[in-house]
Structures are given as C-alpha cells and as structure tokens.
Nanobody
Framework: QVQLVESGGGLVQPGGSLRLSCAAS????????LGWFRQAPGKQRELDAT???????NYADSVKGRFTISRDNAKNTMYLQMNSLKPEDTAVYYC?????????WGQGTLVTVSS
C-alpha cells in the first residue's frame, strides 16, 4: 500500500517561511497529479495548490504569489514553499496524490503562524 508522509510543519512568526515536504513510499509521483490542501480548526479542507504530472501548477487566490508547489519525481517527493505567512495560514496541511483515479492522502502536518 502506498503511503504519503508530510513533514516540515511547525511554528513560525507572521511574515516567515516554511517548506513542507511530502514523500511517497513507492515510485508513483511520475504518473500522479499532486496537491496540497489545508484544514483550519472548525473549517472544511480546502485546496491550496496543485501540480500535474507535466508540471503545470495552479493556486488558490489566497496563496498565489506566496506559496510555490514543486515536485521531484526522482525522489518521489513534493514540496510546498510557503513565504510571507499570515496567521490565517494556520492549519493542518495535507498532501494529496491522484494516481490514475486512486486518491491518496498524507496524515497531515501542523503549521502555526503566530507571534
């Protein structure tokens, strides 16, 4: 069974940066559409960014210009570079992979933006 494991979350001050990573346990990323979602306390999970197998990216308006999604297929790893973080970015961040219609989720990593 394929697993996705996120890392890189933590506490950061407003205006700071973090880089999240998502690693797959098997060689799947080359054929997968990938994405990062967030879920803030008391809110529904929402999409932040996606990247296709061909490298095309798309971002939610709330993170456009601040977050960058990228992938390294050789390492089966996806990244989310988050800059200019705001308190409202506080959430559990989840990576997601769509592998030929099979949807996979990581366990989530907590990002807290606070002074």
């Amino acid at each position: 069974q394929v697993q996705l494991v996120e890392s890189g979350g933590g506490l950061v001050q407003p205006g700071g940066s973090l880089r999240l990573s998502c690693a797959a346990s098997r060689d799947i990323f080359i054929i997968a559409g990938l994405g990062w979602f967030r879920q803030a306390p008391g809110k529904q999970r929402e999409l932040d960014a996606t990247i296709t197998s061909g490298g095309s990216t798309n971002y939610a308006d709330s993170v456009k210009g601040r977050f960058t999604i990228s992938r390294d297929n050789a390492k089966n790893t996806m990244y989310l570079q988050m800059n200019s973080l705001k308190p409202e970015d506080t959430a559990v961040y989840y990576c997601n992979a769509n592998v030929l219609g099979m949807i996979l989720w990581g366990q989530g990593t907590l990002v807290t933006v606070s002074s």
